[in-house]
Structures are given as structure tokens and as C-alpha cells.
């Protein structure tokens, strides 16, 4: 079988799991194809036949049948929109701290790989969002659009139509739009409520919001979502999934569900509410120990 490893190289603790990983391909003769941005994480690259160094993370994707992305949600998210337009399953090894989407622990690495061998495993099907602002721009996410103010203390108004119908004028900090698998991010940071991630829904959260009686919206994904500020597009912030985009001048976009998914490998056994109890430590009664 053909693999690939994705992986942030500055980040120290995926060297461990790195290393899980070649010793399974070189054991098991799998190939594994890895950018050359990964080759200082490699102890002796020269000795393995098995490991097949290529140019970019985009190649290694598309020479393998399995995408493995090392770290945590972050580097999901950035695996993510590398393969949106590559139909390839994504195995998710947690290196980092909370790992919603990457929540296979380094020390299941041999046992996960040999499930996907033998070819028993499930595919979480995550849907991603598509916005298209008013400068003609498309952008795409797995967990949320932020919309908020840009270099000021003051709030900004925000405006939401859905499917042309108007909702509501926000005056707040900012306002997120995410989908089911973002509703654990920053979402469940702004009283957003947590949706499971295969509900066909997105969610508009907004941020400190000045009147109280705003509270978070669930919307169907297959009609359109349209925002757009008061102000001029300089004061707005804008960014999908972490990432900041330039202000346009215009700031109008327009959100829908998007034609990309991205599909996580799950061993039988996992599933999301066992996740949620031991991310967010759902049930858990101190009094008890």
C-alpha cells in the first residue's frame, strides 16, 4: 500500500511518531512518500528503500492511497484544503493537545495502520464550506469563517441574509460561520452549540455580541448565507479557517455548502460522542477522583 505523511517540520513532537511510522512501512514493505520539507525528521532517509522522497506535500498526496498528517487539528485543517480537489481517506495521528479530528494517540500507530491494511476501518465524511466574496474571491472551510474588526477596540455591525431573507443586524465583536465539524472549535468558544458532524447544517455564532438576546443560529447548508458589513471592508477581518485574507473594498460573501469533503479514517471502535467525553471530559464527576 501506498502512504504519505503530512506534518508541520517545526513543531518537535511529531518526530516521535514520524519515526512509529517508518519502522511500520520499512517492516511491513509499504511505500512512504514524504516532501523533502519532512527530510530533517528523518533519521538515516538514505537507508530506507521504502521511503520515497518527492518535491511538495501536494505530490506526495497524489503518488499515495492514504494520507497520514501528523500533529494536531491544525495540521488536519492544513491537510484538509491540500486535498480537497484529491479524493484521498486521511488518517489523523494526535501529536499536539486536544485532536477533535487527528485523535489516533501515537502509541495506536501500528495497530491503526494494520487496520487499514486489512481494510477495517470507517470514513468520517466531513463537508467543507464555500464562501465567494463580492471581488469575484472563493474560499473554502472545514471548521469556520471569521468575520470581525480589524485594528480597533470598537465593535462593528455586521449584516445576515439567508436565502434573501434578512436575519438580523449584529452589533458585536465578530460573527462565525462554521460547520459541524468547526462547532467544536472556536465556535464552542463563543457559546456556539456542538453539532454532529454529518448534520447538514451551518452554524452562525456571533462574538460577544452587545445585545444579550443574540443568540446562535442553526441553518440549513444547501441555501445561501450572505454577510455583509456596515463598514468599509478595511475595517473587517475576514479569515477561513485561521487563514487572514486580504480586505476587499466591497465586503459582501456569499456562503454555501461546498462540493468537497474530506474523509477521516476511524478504527470500528471510535465514534464522536466517545470523543467528546474524552476531549471535553463530558460526565466527568471530580467528587468521584
Not at 486489512?118 to 473554502?140: C, F, P, Q, V, W
Not at 471592508?233 to 456569499?254: C, R
Not at 477521516?264 to 471530559?281: C, G, H, S, V
Request: with cysteine; glycine share 6%.
Amino acid at each position: 500500500m501506498k502512504f504519505s505523511i503530512l506534518a508541520n517540520p517545526e513543531k518537535y513532537s511529531v518526530q516521535e511518531p514520524i519515526e512509529h511510522i517508518l519502522k511500520w512501512c520499512e517492516a511491513n514493505s509499504h511505500n512512504l512518500f514524504v516532501p523533502h520539507t519532512l527530510k530533517p525528521q528523518i533519521p538515516d532517509p538514505e537507508k530506507s528503500g521504502n521511503i520515497i522522497f518527492v518535491n511538495s506535500e501536494t505530490e506526495a498526496v497524489r503518488q499515495s492511497e492514504i494520507v497520514i498528517a501528523v500533529g494536531g487539528d491544525g495540521t488536519l485543517l492544513h491537510t484538509a484544503h491540500l486535498i480537497k480537489e484529491v479524493d484521498r481517506p486521511v488518517l489523523g495521528i494526535n501529536s499536539g493537545k486536544l485532536g477533535f479530528m487527528a485523535n489516533i494517540q501515537p502509541d495506536m500507530i501500528h495497530h491503526t495502520l494494520e487496520q487499514i491494511v486489512a481494510k477495517n476501518y470507517k470514513i468520517d465524511e466531513r463537508r467543507m464550506l464555500k464562501a465567494t466574496s463580492s471581488g469575484g474571491n472563493t474560499y473554502y472551510a472545514l471548521n469556520e469563517f471569521l468575520f470581525t474588526k480589524k485594528e480597533t477596540s470598537s465593535m462593528i455591525t455586521l449584516r445576515a441574509d439567508y436565502d434573501g431573507e434578512f436575519i438580523n443586524n449584529y452589533w458585536a465583536d465578530g460573527l462565525l460561520v462554521s460547520t459541524p465539524t468547526g462547532s467544536t472549535a472556536y465556535n464552542l468558544s463563543a457559546d456556539g452549540p456542538i453539532v454532529m458532524p454529518s448534520t447538514p447544517v451551518m452554524l452562525l455564532t456571533p462574538i460577544n455580541p452587545h445585545t444579550l438576546t443574540t443568540r446562535p443560529l442553526v441553518l440549513p447548508d444547501h441555501n445561501t448565507l450572505t454577510i455583509r458589513s456596515s463598514e468599509s471592508g478595511k475595517n473587517t477581518l475576514f479569515a477561513y479557517d485561521g487563514i487572514i485574507q486580504p480586505s476587499e473594498t466591497e465586503f459582501e460573501v456569499n456562503i454555501i455548502k461546498s462540493d468537497f469533503s474530506v474523509r477521516l479514517i476511524q478504527l470500528p471502535e471510535q465514534n464522536y460522542f466517545e470523543t467528546l467525553r474524552n476531549k471535553l471530559m463530558w460526565g466527568m464527576d471530580r467528587r468521584k477522583g
